[in-house]
């Protein structure tokens, strides 16, 4: 068992840290250099079916690999952005035990959830401002 919690930890730390050094506009500028260069190879290898494969194999291979250190990275910001959630609504004493789970309704509960609060808040503004 003790495996099994080392492991996300190890991959914790390499998406974070890939999507630390992926989000510097120095990487931007490289992969803009690369895509330049591959453009100007072309001129030089003809334009060829190879040339053409050679970046759309690589920009599948790259996309491919984002698509899970990107969902990593936003479900751990998401996580993290609940439990400070949470704390503030403890701190404030917020007692509508749904919003502590709101995260895992449904779009339609969530949707009526958002219009209780919203009528609520007109409620209030109402009543304070006589």
């Known amino acids: 068992m003790g495996k099994e919690q080392e492991r996300p930890d190890v991959f914790n ?8 050094i992926l989000g510097h506009a120095w990487v931007f500028s490289a992969a803009v250099i690369i895509l330049l260069v591959w453009g100007v190879s072309g001129f030089f290898l003809g334009f060829s079916d190879t040339w053409q494969l050679v970046i759309n194999t690589g920009t599948t291979i790259v996309t491919f690999l984002m698509v899970f250190i990107i969902q990593n990275t936003q479900n751990r910001d998401t996580a993290a952005m609940n439990v400070k959630l949470d704390a503030v609504m403890r701190e ?9 789970g709101a995260e895992d309704e449904g779009e339609e509960e969530l ?15 109402g009543t304070g401002a006589r």
């Open 111 to 125: 949707k009526r959830q958002r219009r209780q609060i919203e009528r609520d808040a007109e409620q209030n503004s």
């Open 92 to 100: 404030l004493q917020v007692s509508n035990a749904k919003l502590y």
């Open 13 to 20: 730390r390499f998406t974070r840290r890939v999507s630390v």
